[in-house]
């Protein structure tokens, strides 16, 4: 615990909160996190001064959404646009396409634009329960490249409802299609968060599949400041945020500077508490040889 309490002392009021979790989550680059990397945060933002107070409060991903307009509402593109500039490549841009069909035709399109837009990362949503067979249709029929004014192609990462069944996508079908990473969240927010759609066995089944595919992730949908410790032990790549940090946990409201601190420093210490546990942990080899002697 001394490392957390460090941690904390560090992001406490007046000190440097925008200092990243280690280092930044290494988007695009499937797998980058590697065993042992800290758990990052996404902060879904409305515009660029909002993405300038998750910035500084260290936040690993800006996440462009409009929450007023569903799960994964979209921002016009002059906005998304606005955000990348002023995070300025400190951090990865994602941005949602929109609570658009599973349909191929409806979706290339839209992700053209938000990549065009500037976004390092295009989220699509994938609303309801598996269906593998149009999942590989639709899926083979997006577009694999997705083209950023800097030339640089976008990732592309699909969210799945978990409360519309999305924990039983067949993963595999993403990896196959060159998608960077998937993504849990809810749909309907009125239902509760995350954690009581699926509970943390199924959370970390759904990531250790995830992983063995080469696949990045991330959790989200309606997650609060006590869902952290758990989530973060889990080992997700990052957890996503919203409500958490608006004022009055009012998902369409704005966020608030020090709800953002206090993310961060939650999972600055979660991660601190990892590293002294493993550090307290014997290694197999240690534990060999002692058994030997």
């Not at 933002?45 to 260290?58: C, F, Q, S």
């Not at 307290?280 to 030997?292: M, N």
Request: proline share 6%; net charge positive.
């Amino acid at each position: 615990m001394v490392m957390a309490e460090r941690n904390l002392r560090q992001l406490a009021p007046g000190a440097a909160v925008n200092a990243p979790l280690q280092q930044p989550l290494a988007w695009p680059t499937a797998g980058a996190g590697g065993a042992g990397a800290p758990t990052g945060w996404l902060a879904s933002v409305r515009n660029a001064a909002e993405a300038g107070i998750a910035l500084a409060a260290g936040a690993s991903i800006i996440d462009a959404k409009e929450p007023r307009l569903g799960a994964l509402g979209a921002l016009p593109a002059a906005v998304i646009t606005a955000v990348v500039a002023a995070v300025a490549g400190r951090v990865p841009v994602s941005a949602t396409v929109g609570d658009l069909p599973f349909d191929a035709a409806v979706l290339a399109p839209a992700m053209l634009a938000v990549a065009a837009a500037g976004a390092d990362i295009v989220k699509i949503g994938v609303f309801g329960a598996p269906l593998p067979g149009l999942a590989d249709a639709c899926l083979a029929a997006l577009p694999v490249t997705l083209p950023r004014p800097d030339g640089r192609p976008a990732a592309r990462v699909a969210v799945l409802m978990a409360d519309q069944g999305g924990i039983d996508w067949p993963l595999a079908a993403f990896a196959a299609h060159g998608f960077s990473g998937v993504m849990l969240d809810t749909a309907d927010k009125a239902r509760g968060g995350l954690r009581r759609q699926c509970g943390d066995e199924r959370l970390a089944l759904f990531l250790a599949q995830a992983r063995a595919l080469g696949l990045r992730t991330g959790l989200a949908g309606s997650l609060c400041a006590g869902d952290v410790p758990a989530l973060a032990a889990l080992g997700a790549d990052y957890l996503g945020f919203r409500t958490a940090l608006c004022h009055q946990d009012r998902r369409v409201g704005t966020i608030d500077a020090a709800r953002c601190r206090a993310i961060h420093a939650l999972l600055a210490a979660a991660h601190g508490a990892a590293q002294v546990d493993q550090a307290a942990r014997p290694s197999k080899r240690t534990a060999a040889g002692e058994r030997r002697a």
